[in-house]
């Protein structure tokens, strides 16, 4: 039942977001997210079975104390905290992307740069900052950049719970119309 007043709610959330004050995203995020979280999107128990029967039978390892891959030529090599090192021909990510910016992002050394740069900032909240609805993103250089727009995960912070596909194609809309109107305003210029 939950699940469907949340799930009616999800084209809502990002709006709800915005109106909340710093401290308020402070507090539902210490205090609520992860039951919101679990409930907005609950684990089939089908796929559960699945998954403990694989665990029993040893087709999978997971290991939560990774601190550093390397690419090897057909491998990787995983090292953990406590100094192990274990090979892999291939890896899953299963966390998500990281959606705390810094300056030193070696696997992303895009953005890395453009932080570097001063053309996008990070937000509070994750990711970077950016306008609503069209997403344009806002540098502390150049103020906003009307023909530079982030989408997904990387505006999670601004966006909140923007993992709905209705969200994404929802922001993704707006964001194109903006394109659209700034190639209409420049054709009768």
Not at 5 to 31: G, R
Not at 101 to 108: A, G, K, P, R, T
Request: without cysteine; glycine residues 4%.
């Amino acid at each position: 039942m939950i699940q469907a007043v949340l799930k009616n709610i999800t084209l809502l959330q990002t709006d709800i977001w915005s109106t909340l004050t710093e401290a308020d995203k402070h507090l539902f995020l210490d205090k609520y997210y992860k039951a919101w979280d679990k409930l907005r999107a609950p684990f089939p128990p089908e796929t559960g079975e699945d998954l403990i029967k694989a665990w029993d039978e040893n087709v999978f390892q997971v290991y939560d104390n990774l601190v550093q891959v390397t690419k090897n030529e057909s491998s990787f090599t995983f090292e953990l905290d406590n100094d192990e090192r274990i090979n892999f021909d291939y890896v899953i990510n299963a966390t998500g992307n990281d959606i705390n910016l810094s300056y030193d992002m070696e696997e992303v050394p895009l953005i890395s740069q453009l932080i570097n740069e001063r053309i996008i900032q990070a937000e509070t909240f994750g990711g970077i900052q950016v306008t609503v609805p069209t997403l344009s993103v806002v540098s502390q250089k150049y103020g906003v950049l009307n023909t530079l727009k982030a989408h997904g995960q990387l505006i999670a912070g601004i966006q909140f719970g923007n993992s709905s596909v209705r969200i994404i194609s929802k922001s993704a809309k707006a964001s194109v119309k903006d394109i659209l109107g700034k190639i209409k305003v420049r054709k009768t210029v």
